[in-house]
């Protein structure tokens, strides 16, 4: 018998792949949305920023005018001493936070809420952003970055503005003590093994040189323990058009 898979691992839940949340700075969710966001504005300074290691983008430290503290996504262009407002009557100003109904079409947002009240929940990667493009009724369309398009209740909140940190992933990270620490702040797994490189035991692709020895689509119902590959794959490698192209050019060539 092999030992279990690292999806089943993982999955498992166990201490080793566990999310070290004692690190963790804060759980990032908006203000409660009360009769002053409602009905007027309210408005906060950025007093400091703060590098969460949950996340990709800058955490802005904000402090209100009733002298409530409260740590918010920061967007691109923030800097320290800059105001947000936040409520239905705020401008359209980069960070404020704004109910759907009173942001334009067009507009980049970002730390959008699902369901009116939860805090945010979409779109709060570095570099992210999401845009107003429909309404009806009191739904808002909003494409996000995946390029689909979703509907919410036109009373969910979001943020004006790119989350910061764009561009995190262009620069390659040049050693493996930054790959590493970067990795641990999260607890994720890495280096990540080939299949191919493992043993018989350890992976269904393991146990060949530089092959896997069968064919790596699996059904779409396969256990857990062999849901490895290409998954309910229709075809794999080049299509039939590309390789047609391709003799093309060759014969071209020739």
């Not at 999955?11 to 792949?17: E, I, M, V, W």
């Not at 409520?87 to 109904?101: C, E, R």
């Not at 009724?137 to 969910?156: A, I, N």
Request: charged share 30%; glycine share 14%; with cysteine.
């Amino acid at each position: 018998m092999g030992k279990p898979l690292i999806q089943q691992r993982s999955g498992k839940g166990s201490p080793a792949y566990a999310r070290p949340s004692h690190r963790f700075k804060v759980e990032l969710e908006y203000r409660e949305y009360d009769e002053i966001e409602k009905n007027s504005k309210l408005r906060g300074e950025v007093v400091g920023f703060v590098d969460d290691p949950a996340r990709s983008g800058l955490l802005m430290d904000v402090r209100f005018e009733n002298n409530e503290k409260r740590l918010l996504l920061a967007p691109e262009g923030m800097k320290v001493g800059d105001v947000i407002e936040v409520g239905a009557a705020a401008d359209l100003g980069k960070g404020n936070v704004l109910p759907l109904s009173a942001i334009p079409d067009g507009a980049p947002i970002y730390g959008l809420e699902c369901t009116p009240g939860d805090g945010g929940k979409l779109v709060r990667a570095s570099g992210s952003c999401a845009f107003v493009v429909g309404r009806e009724g009191d739904m808002v369309r909003v494409k996000l970055p995946s390029r689909s398009v979703k509907e919410l209740d036109s009373r969910c909140r979001a943020q004006i503005g790119v989350v910061s940190g764009g561009g995190r992933g262009e620069l390659p990270f040049a050693t493996a003590g930054k790959k590493h620490y970067a990795m641990r702040a999260r607890n994720l797994n890495w280096p990540d093994v080939r299949g191919v490189a493992m043993n018989a035991v350890s992976h269904p692709f393991g146990g060949k040189e530089h092959h896997r020895g069968r064919s790596s689509c699996v059904a779409r119902g396969t256990p857990p323990g062999r849901k490895v590959g290409h998954l309910a794959a229709r075809s794999t490698g080049r299509s039939s058009a590309a390789k047609d192209l391709l003799k093309k050019e060759q014969g071209t060539s020739l």
